[in-house]
């Protein structure tokens, strides 16, 4: 019995042991497999780095000797989720997909590394440009010159910042071009502040500040006024051009440093007529039966009493057959025989009726609880109604349809 015993403790442990063996070697198997990697049967075809680090290069020398703008748009083997179909003979495909596929290293680039990576397009960075600026490369014909500028204006010290930039494509009489500028602040023609002379230029940069005193309240009232001058040898003045700009339509703030270009306009060296001039623009669009009026300025009117109460406004009417139709106003502008309006005005006219229809522009002056002055009046319109440079304008404009046709005329108080 004791035999017996021994032999089934003895039995009984071999088959412990043996199922302890077992089971430890079940649970190394198991955790090898899940720390080691399987061996791949089909592994994916991948583009040989210095290949494909070669062809970029022939790709970008190519590219510099057609000028071609297009760019390659690569999707990096980080980013490789399904299967891509050719573009093009030098583009790379891939054929199979598998995710234990790891990349291979390759030379760096501005691609980093071009290893396993597909070029799937191209991009147009034209597309994604922001508009050129063209104001000083486009240049109508007949132009006298451009003036750059920027304005501002310092609420709590009613100071108005005016920095003079620079003037491009100036048109001196003489070979060469010494230029400065004069700067008013319209209506005051009295006074003005003046530029640095730069020395045989048609270019010059001046990056000069001035600074005008002026509250708050007479702003809107105010017109810049430049004027470029030309200095010969015999250090005569020149004038070269002007631009005229009323501050009326700007948001100046401390916070709103607008940068503003203009175009040289010649001034008008006429002497004024008897009761002043007034320039405005015209234009007809033949598609929409409209009548565009833009009342720019006038001179030398003859005030009826200076006073800074007294407003100065145009009324711009539509005849049809001397029959009233409709009328516009522009603002009152206070004190000053030279006033700048630049203000736009439309009308409904049909095209059969441009023959029958005329414009009248009357100049008025009011003073608060007295009765309305007229300064001046013209009359543009068909040979029904008028001759001369007032006829010249309106034929011009139904000649010139959709464009501004801009002149000079002479007031008067005849009707």
Sequence with gaps: ???????????????????LG????????KFFRLFSYEKLINPVKTTDANAIFQDQANSEIQLKSTRCRSVPFII????????????TNEEQVQEDRD???????????????????????TINPDLYKFPEDK?????????IGRLWFSVEYEQESERLLVSLIKVRKLQPPADSCSPFVKIYLLPDERSYLQSKTKRKTLNPHFDENFVFQVSSKMLLQRTLKFLVYHVDKQKKHHLLGQVIFPLKNEALTEDNKLVIWRDLEKENLEPPSEHGDIQFSLSYNDYLGRLTVVVLRARGLKLQEESPAAGVYVKVSLMNHNKFIKS????????TPNPVYNETFSFKADQTE???ASLSLSV????????????????????????????EHWNEMISKPKELVKRWHALCHST
Excluded at 135 to 143: Q, R
């Design 135 to 143: 104001s000083e490369t486009d240049f109508p014909d007949g132009n």
């Design 22 to 29: 077992i089971t430890a070697y079940l649970l190394w198997k």
């Design 364 to 391: 008025l002056q009011s003073n608060k609880g007295e009765k309305t002055l007229l300064l001046g009046r013209v009359v543009v319109g068909p040979f029904m109604y008028t001759r001369g440079k007032e006829l």
């Design 1 to 19: 019995e004791q035999a017996v015993a021994v032999a089934g403790g003895i039995i009984g442990g071999i088959l412990l042991f043996v199922l």
């Design 328 to 335: 516009k106003k522009t603002a009152a502008l206070l004190g």
């Design 76 to 87: 990096p083997p980080t980013l490789h989720g399904r299967d891509w179909i050719h573009l």
């Design 99 to 121: 995710p234990y596929m790891t990349p291979q290293s390759g030379p760096r680039s501005s691609f980093h590394s071009l290893a396993g990576a597909y070029v799937v397009g």
């Design 354 to 356: 441009l023959d029958t």
